[in-house]
C-alpha cells in the first residue's frame, strides 16, 4: 500500500472521503516540498522519509474538526504548509491566510499553493503574527509553534469572538494548559492525536483573559477594543 493510499484509509476511518482531486493537490504538496527542503529547513530533516504520516495526515486530521460552517481561517507560523496548505486542499470553502515570518518559507507557500492548483488560494501574509493585520478568523491553527499561552495571545487579535483554535500539542500539554490558564479562561478540549499517542489536538471555545490579566492590559489593549479597530 503506497503512503497515499494509507493517508485515504486512515482519513476515511475519521470520516473523511478524499478525493482524486484533494489527493493529487496533496501529492503536489509533498513533491515541492521535498524539492524545497534541499535548501530550506522546512520541516524535522528526520521527519521528511514519514512526511505523509507526521506532516500531512497530522495536519489533515484537524479537518472534521473545523466546523461546517466556518468561513475563514488562520494558519499562524505556518511553515511548510502545515497543517495550513493541508486543510486549504481539504476544505476549499474556506478564505484562508496563513502568516509566516521567514521570507523564504512564505515563497514556498504561494509556490506550493500556484502548483497545487487550490480552488481558492490562499492569502499568504509575511510579518510577525502579532503585528500581521488582525485577520478576524472563525477558526486559528497552529501546529508545533509556541507555548499554548503565548499562542492564545498571539491568536487572540486574529480570531472572531466565537472562533474555535485548534492547536497541535505534545506530551507536554497538560503543564502547558495548567501554566496558560493562569491568564486565560480556557473552554478546552483535548482530543487524542491519530498519529503520536502522547500528543494531542487542543480545540479551544471562545477564551477570555483572566481578571488579572485584563487589569494589567493597557487601555486600547482589551478584547473589546480590538473589535472595533
Not at 512526511?51 to 468561513?71: C, E, I, Y
Not at 503520536?196 to 487589569?215: F, M, P, Q
Request: charged letters at 30%; a neutral charge; glycine letters at 8%.
Amino acid at each position: 500500500m503506497s503512503d497515499l493510499d494509507l493517508f485515504r484509509m486512515r482519513m476515511r476511518e475519521l470520516g473523511v472521503d478524499v478525493s482524486r482531486e484533494t489527493s493529487g493537490q496533496l501529492e503536489v504538496l509533498v513533491g515541492t516540498l521535498v524539492r524545497w527542503q534541499k535548501a530550506i529547513n522546512l520541516v524535522g530533516r528526520t521527519t521528511i522519509e514519514d512526511v505523509w504520516t507526521r506532516h500531512v495526515l497530522d495536519s489533515a486530521q484537524l479537518a472534521p474538526l473545523v466546523p461546517r460552517d466556518a468561513k475563514t481561517l488562520a494558519d499562524l507560523g505556518s511553515g511548510g504548509g502545515f497543517p495550513g496548505l493541508v486543510l486549504a486542499s481539504l476544505r476549499p470553502d474556506l478564505d484562508m491566510t496563513l502568516i509566516e515570518v521567514d521570507a523564504r518559507k512564505a515563497a514556498f507557500l504561494g509556490e506550493a499553493a500556484r502548483r497545487m492548483g487550490l480552488k481558492k488560494p490562499p492569502r499568504v501574509v509575511i510579518g510577525r503574527i502579532e503585528e500581521a493585520p488582525a485577520d478576524n478568523a472563525d477558526v486559528v491553527t497552529a501546529r508545533a509553534l509556541a507555548p499554548l499561552g503565548q499562542l492564545l495571545r498571539w491568536a487572540d487579535r486574529h480570531r472572531t469572538d466565537t472562533a474555535i483554535c485548534l492547536f497541535h500539542k505534545g506530551k507536554g500539554w497538560q503543564a502547558e494548559l495548567t501554566e496558560a490558564m493562569k491568564d486565560w479562561d480556557i473552554p478546552c478540549q483535548p482530543l487524542s492525536s491519530i498519529t503520536d499517542r502522547d500528543a494531542v489536538i487542543l480545540r479551544i471555545g471562545s477564551y477570555t483573559a483572566t481578571a488579572g490579566v485584563r487589569d494589567r492590559q493597557p487601555k486600547g489593549r482589551r478584547r473589546q477594543d480590538h473589535d472595533s479597530d
